[in-house]
């Protein structure tokens, strides 16, 4: 079933969303994870280039799945890569208001692109990128929350500040 797009800033990667583009692999020829360059209301801690390459490290094991990064329209990137499907993940209610939003605004600026959400396993659904980034911060163990080059990333980062 053709190919989806799963968008997001990544800042980093987590295996809470590998859990999201794992299961998506299964049910799509191809997923594109798309990092985007900047989001209004977030200053990402880690640069895009090595939100991208940290990306593929995590999900390199995993055949049809590409990252790759994206500076316009998320609905324009989409086209640009012939997908027609938009995946966003469901960790909780919280999440639902505005995903509720970003999906009803992108089906209004691309009614032919559908979202469709996935839910993690629940062993991740509380996980966030900010969230292990803190935790790292304070000295705590975030191995069981990120792909190994994310966790040594994270640390060289919170080293240096
Ligand atoms: N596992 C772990 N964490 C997850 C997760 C999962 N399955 N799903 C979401 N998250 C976390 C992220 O880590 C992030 O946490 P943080 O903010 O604490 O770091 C949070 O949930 C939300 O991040 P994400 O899913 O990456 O969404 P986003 O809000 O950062 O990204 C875009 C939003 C990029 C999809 C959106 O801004 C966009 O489409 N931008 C392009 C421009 C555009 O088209 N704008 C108009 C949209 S209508």
Request: aromatic share 8%.
């Amino acid at each position: 079933m053709a190919t989806a797009v799963y968008p997001g800033t990544f800042d980093p990667i987590t295996n809470g969303h590998v859990d999201i583009v794992e299961r998506a692999a299964r049910l799509f020829d191809g997923v594109i994870v798309a990092v985007a360059d900047s989001v209004s209301a977030k200053t990402p801690v880690f640069p895009a280039e090595d939100r991208v390459l940290l990306a593929r490290t995590a999900v390199g094991a995993i055949d049809n799945v590409e990252v790759k990064r994206f500076d316009s329209l998320l609905v324009d990137f989409a086209r640009e890569q012939g997908a027609g499907v938009i995946l966003r993940g469901l960790r909780a209610v919280s999440d639902f208001d505005y995903e509720f939003q970003l999906a009803g605004m992108n089906r209004r600026l691309a009614p032919d692109i559908e979202t469709l959400f996935l839910t993690p396993t629940e062993q991740f659904a509380y996980i966030s990128s900010s969230l292990v980034r803190e935790i790292a911060g304070h000295g705590g163990n975030i191995d069981e929350f990120v792909h190994p080059s994310v966790a040594a990333a994270i640390h060289s980062r919170m080293n240096q500040h």
